[in-house]
């Protein structure tokens, strides 16, 4: 299975920065490298822990921030407040935002189907 990377614009306080993101669908949150959201001037929220695939737990701040996905419109997103070793990740929870899902198959997004349930 190959990678798959989109491109965004992710916004804070009237500044852009254009990010280059690998969509990884295993992971949980979106990650912005520090020289982006150092750029933005975003300021932690909160902290949360994550268990790497070795099994160490590491801590990262955790914030939010407004993105843009072309052709997907704009959504505010919780963001985790990256390290300089850390990538650009576009997580699960902001694919559920815009409403999309990784298409492995033809290594791009595309939108979800929706599940409701009524009551009739």
Do not use: C, Q
């Not at 801590?59 to 990256?82: D, F, M, N």
Request: hydrophobic content about 40%.
């Amino acid at each position: 299975m190959g990678l798959v990377y989109v491109d965004g614009v992710v916004k804070h306080d009237g500044k852009g920065v254009r990010v280059r993101f690998l969509v990884d669908s295993g992971a949980t949150y979106t990650v912005l490298t520090k020289s982006v959201w150092e750029e933005l001037g975003l300021k932690p929220m909160g902290e949360v822990e994550f268990v790497l695939a070795d099994g160490t737990v590491i801590k990262r701040a955790i914030s939010e921030a407004l993105l843009e996905l072309p052709g997907y419109g704009e959504w505010h997103t919780p963001v985790v407040l990256g390290e300089s070793e850390d990538e650009n990740l576009l997580g699960v929870v902001t694919l559920e935002i815009f409403g999309l899902v990784l298409d492995p198959f033809k290594r791009e997004l595309r939108p979800a189907r929706g599940l409701m349930k009524t009551t009739h």
